[in-house]
């Protein structure tokens, strides 16, 4: 699905991302794991064309999409919700979704339905201003505009973040029901322990380099893992 080979990414004279490899395969949760700063976050926007690499390659379903613009992975399948759940606050839950609707000049007029069956919440709040929403119902909006576009590889980053903790179990729920219905998912998380849990595979991020990778399991296993990531 996605093939990530030895990017290098700068902001300015910054070197955020040294060489990062990595690989999704079709239908897997793979999770991106690390500190603040490691350079999770940017290692997602170069995926969907927002930053470049001046090295390397990244290939999406065998399309080399190093040098893609973002607006254009969209209808290549490609959906990233990126932090801080970037909502329209202005605006209505459902005008939310009619603008993710709108997919390389088409319009997928199915989507809205879809979207209110996969999050019933948003259902009943769809006339209500995105802005006055609670921090999960925005995360829920967040995804759910991302997955009108139908995407094959859906990327998001630190879904979870500021949620309380039964919000956060019912963003992990979606992401499990997601990975169930066919969706491959590149997942960014702080929250190590959950992550690990719905993951496939996962790698760990240190100062813009990957320094551990393997399944869910053995890295929820690992020392190293624990004493960072897992309070002991
Ligand atoms: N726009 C920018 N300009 C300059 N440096 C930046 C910019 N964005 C990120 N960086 C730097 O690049 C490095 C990686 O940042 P990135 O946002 O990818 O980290 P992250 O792993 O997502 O962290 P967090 O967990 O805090 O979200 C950091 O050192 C950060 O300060
Ligand atoms: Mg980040």
Redesign the pocket.
């Known amino acids: 699905m996605l093939k990530v080979n030895d990017i290098n990414v700068y902001y300015g004279n910054i070197h955020a991302l040294k060489g990062i490899s990595l690989d999704v395969h079709n239908d897997e949760i793979v999770a991106l794991i690390g500190a603040n700063g490691a350079g999770?976050?940017t290692t997602l926007k170069t995926i969907s064309g927002l930053m470049h690499s001046k090295t390397g390659s990244i290939r999406l379903m065998d399309e080399d999409i190093s040098h893609a613009e973002a607006y254009k992975l969209v209808a290549k399948g490609l959906a990233h919700v990126p932090?801080g759940r970037r909502i329209f606050l202005q605006m209505t839950v459902l005008e939310n979704l009619e603008m993710g609707a709108y997919v390389d000049g088409g319009y997928m007029k199915d989507g809205i339905a879809d979207a209110f069956n996969r999050f019933p919440r948003l259902k009943h709040r769809k006339n209500q201003i995105a802005g006055t929403l609670s921090g999960g119902e925005q995360q829920m909006l967040a995804m759910a505009r991302a997955l009108m576009s139908q995407p094959k590889l859906l990327m998001l980053?630190?879904p979870s973040m500021g949620l309380s903790p039964i919000l956060v179990q019912q963003i992990f729920d979606i992401i499990k029901e997601l990975h169930k219905t066919g969706t491959t998912i590149l997942l960014?998380e702080q929250n190590a322990e959950m992550a690990l849990e719905v993951a496939d595979r996962a790698y760990v991020l240190e100062s813009g380099r990957i320094v551990l990778s393997g399944t869910g399991e053995e890295l929820a296993q690992s020392d190293r893992i624990k004493k960072a990531y897992l309070g002991g």
């Open positions: 999770k976050s932090e980053d630190e960014v």
